[in-house]
Nanobody, 123 residues
Framework: QVQLEESGGGLVQAGDSLSLSCTAS????????MGWFRQAPGKEREFVAH????????SYADSVKGRFTVSRDNAKNTVYLQMNSLKPEDTAVYYC????????????????WGQGTQVTVSS
């Protein structure tokens, strides 16, 4: 089992930056893939980014590429999502998720989820 706890959401203006954190506990993360997803009202949960824990290899959705950066701190068992140049369309609840094995873009492939943190970007 893996327990995930996100923090760092809030209300910002367009163009601002925000950093989200997700701290994991329980099972080792060595062979895990840590993902960030988001869900806006009335929309499906969508992939934002993921990082392969053992290698640090990352992948991003086209909508955030060049603006968002995912990273991890092995010692703190924490994954981060640095969000720059935020846009109103980035407004959503952001979720941290974990899976083991190969990376995946689909939310259904992830077994463990945090409670979510709200990010609101005003225009």
């Amino acid at each position: 089992q893996v327990q995930l706890e996100e923090s760092g959401g809030g209300l910002v203006q367009a163009g601002d930056s925000l950093s989200l954190s997700c701290t994991a506990s329980g099972r080792t993360l060595t062979n895990s893939v840590m993902g960030w997803f988001r869900q806006a009202p009335g929309k499906e949960r969508e992939f934002v980014a993921h990082i392969r824990w053992i290698s640090g290899t990352t992948s991003y959705a086209d909508s955030v590429k060049g603006r968002f950066t995912v990273s991890r701190d092995n010692a703190k068992n924490t994954v981060y999502l640095q969000m720059n140049s935020l846009k109103p369309e980035d407004t959503a609840v952001y979720y941290c998720a974990a899976k083991y094995g190969v990376p995946a873009l689909s939310a259904v492939a992830y077994n463990y989820w945090g409670q979510g943190t709200q990010v609101t970007v005003s225009s």
